[in-house]
C-alpha cells in the first residue's frame, strides 16, 4: 500500500475543542486507542475543523466519527456539529459538555441527532471515553462507507459540458466517479469545494483540488497527463494518438527516434471509441477500444516516446529543414519531420435540433461512456456500418430496446456479416431499414425523434431520450493549409497520387519523387484513415503508421 493508500484505508475521527490543552488532550487518547486503525485529526475551532471536514471530504477519504466540545466562542459544538452532518452525514457525534452544561447537551440531541454526550473531564478514557467511541465506530463500520479515491466529477445530467468531461476522462483512462450535483452527494461535494450549481462542472482531484468547468488542457494537466513538449527539436512529430499515430509513435520510439505524440482529445481515436474490435490480428477473442488504446499508451510510453495530451494542432510549416508543427493555444514544436495521423471525424446529423442537443441525448461516437446511463431504457442508433452495429450490440447489453434508423433498405451491403448475425440474434435490438431521423426535439435533453420512412414517405414521432449517432466521417484536414495536397472530399494525397501526367506537385523542392505516404511537403508522411483511398480498418492504420516510420528513416538519410 502506498501513502494515500494507507491514509484511505482508515476513517478518521474528529476531534475540536477551543481550550489547546484538551484539544491536544482527546487527539492524544484517542490515538492511543485507535491510532492504528484510524486517522486522527483536531481542530481548534468549528471553522478549523469544518475547513479540515471539507478538505477530507474532496480527498475522498471517510470521517467515522466527530467529538465536538459544547463551549466554544464563535461556534458551538451544536452549531458545528449541524454543519458537520452536511458534509458527512453518516459520521457519528460525540459532544463533549461540563456538567453544568448538561440539560443544553440533552436538548442539543434532538436538535442535531447528537449519538452521544460524554461529560469532562472523561478519565480514565477506558471506561468512559473508549467503550463509547468503540460502539460507535462499530455502528458506522456496520453501514460500510468506502473511501472514494478517484477522481470526483460533479454536474448537471444532461449538460454538454459535463458529458465531454467525463468522456475525456473515460477515454484517457483516468477513472472517475460521477455525482450529479442535484443529489445529496453532489450537493455535499459542492459545499465541500466552496462551488455551487452555477461552477459545474466541477472537478475534484484525488488531491482534494477544485476545478470549475475546466477545459481539457487544464483537466489534462491537473490529472497528471503531460501537455507541453518536453524537449525543443525531435526527430519526428506525430499528430493524432489514434492506431496510425500510436503505430507510429511506437516504431519510431523503438528504432531510437526522438519521437513526440500530440493528441487534442484521448489516445485511441476512434478505435478507443470501439466497444469492441473483433478483426484486429492476434485478438481472436476481440478487445475492447479502450483496452487496445491503453496497451498501446504504455508500448508508446515504454518505448520513450513523448505524448503530448490535450493540444489542438493548427498548423504545419517548414523552416530550412525543419518542419515546424503549431498548436491552436500558442507554442510549437520542431522536428525533421512530422507524421499526420489526425484520422476521421464523425458527420454530424443533418436535423433540425440535434445539433443543440448534442451531448444532452445525442452522441457520436459515445457509445462507451454513457452506456450505463441507458440501462433499462430505449436507445436510438443512427447508422448501418460496422461502428453502428458494434454499438447497437453493446449498448443492446442493458438497455431495454435498441432501434436502428439505417437509410439503405438493408444492412448486407454496408456491415460485416458476423455482425448482422449477432445483431438478428439479439432479442432486443429492431432494425428500421429506409428511415432517417430528421427532427430531434427537447428542452433540455433529447425527448422526441421525428423519423421519416422513406418508403411509404410518413413521418412518425417517437419518445426518445437517447439517439448515437455514426453516419460515417469527414477527415480532420480543414487546419492544413493548401500547400498540403488534398482530394475533393479533404483526405490527404500521398506518394504516387501527387504525380500528375509524371509531374512533382507545385514547390516540391526535392530531386526524387514523393516516397509512399509522404505529402506534397517532403518530410511530412500521413498514416491512417486521414490519407485518400484509405483502407479505415485498424489494422492499416498500425500498418501505416509502422510503414511511415520507415519512410522517416530513408527520408533522414537522403543526401
Ligand atoms: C465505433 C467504431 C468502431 C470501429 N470498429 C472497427 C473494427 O472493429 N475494426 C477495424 O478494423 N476498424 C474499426 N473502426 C475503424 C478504426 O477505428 C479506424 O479505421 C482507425 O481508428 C483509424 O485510425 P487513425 O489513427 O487513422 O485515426 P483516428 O482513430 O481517427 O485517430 C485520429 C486521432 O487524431 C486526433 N486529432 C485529430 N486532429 C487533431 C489535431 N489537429 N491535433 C491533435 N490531434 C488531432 C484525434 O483526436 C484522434 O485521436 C471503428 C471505428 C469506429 C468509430
Known sequence: MNGSEQRLARPVIVTVDDDPGVSRAVARDLRREYGAQCRIVRAE????????????????EQVAVTLADYRMPMMDGIAFLEQAMDIFPFARRVLLTAYADTDAAIQA???????????????????KLYPVVTELLQTWRSSNHRPVPETKVIGHRWSSRSFEVRDFLARNGVPYRWYAASDAEGERLLSAAHADQSDVP?????????????SDAELAARVGMSTSPGEKFYDVVVIGGGPAGLGAAVYAASEGLRTVLVERTATGGQAGQSSRIENYLGFPDGISGSQLADRARRQVVKFGAEVVSARDVSGIES?????????????????????????????????????????????????????????????FVVGGANSAG??????????????????????DASMSAYLIDQINAAPNITVRPRSVAVEAHGDDHLE??????????????????WLFVFIGAVPRTEWLDQDVMRDDHGFVCSGPDLLSGGR???????????????????????????????????????????????????YLQWP
Open 319 to 379: 523552416a530550412g529543414a525543419a518542419r515546424i508543427v503549431r498548436f491552436a493555444d500558442g507554442g510549437s514544436i520542431a522536428a525533421h519531420t512530422a507524421i499526420l495521423a489526425t484520422g476521421v471525424a464523425y458527420r454530424t446529423l443533418d436535423a433540425p435540433g440535434a445539433e443543440v442537443l448534442t451531448g444532452r441525448g445525442v452522441y457520436y461516437g459515445a457509445a462507451l461512456t454513457e452506456a450505463v446511463s441507458c440501462a433499462g431504457q430505449d436507445v
Open 504 to 554: 512533382r506537385p507545385n514547390g516540391w523542392t526535392l530531386d526524387r519523387d514523393p516516397y509512399h505516404l509522404e505529402t506534397s511537403i517532403p518530410g511530412v508522411f500521413v498514416a491512417g484513415d486521414v490519407r485518400a483511398d484509405s483502407v479505415k480498418r485498424v489494422a492499416s492504420a498500425v500498418g501505416e503508421g509502422a510503414m511511415a516510420v520507415m519512410l522517416v528513416h530513408r
Open 448 to 465: 422526441t425523434l421525428t423519423i421519416l420512412d422513406e418508403t411509404t414517405g410518413e413521418k412518425e414521432t417517437v419518445a426518445a431520450q
Open 45 to 60: 475551532s468549528g471553522a478549523q475543523a469544518l475547513e479540515a471536514l471539507r478538505e477530507l471530504k474532496l480527498r475522498g
Open 202 to 214: 466541477v472537478v475534484v482531484t484525488p488531491e482534494g483540488e477544485t476545478l470549475r468547468a475546466p
Open 390 to 411: 458494434q454499438a447497437a450490440m453493446f449498448l443492446a447489453q442493458r438497455s431495454r430496446s435498441v432501434t436502428m434508423l439505417v437509410r439503405a433498405s438493408s444492412l
Open 109 to 127: 440531541i434532538n436538535t442535531v441527532d447528537v449519538d452521544y454526550y460524554l461529560l469532562k473531564p472523561w478519565d480514565p478514557p477506558e471506561e
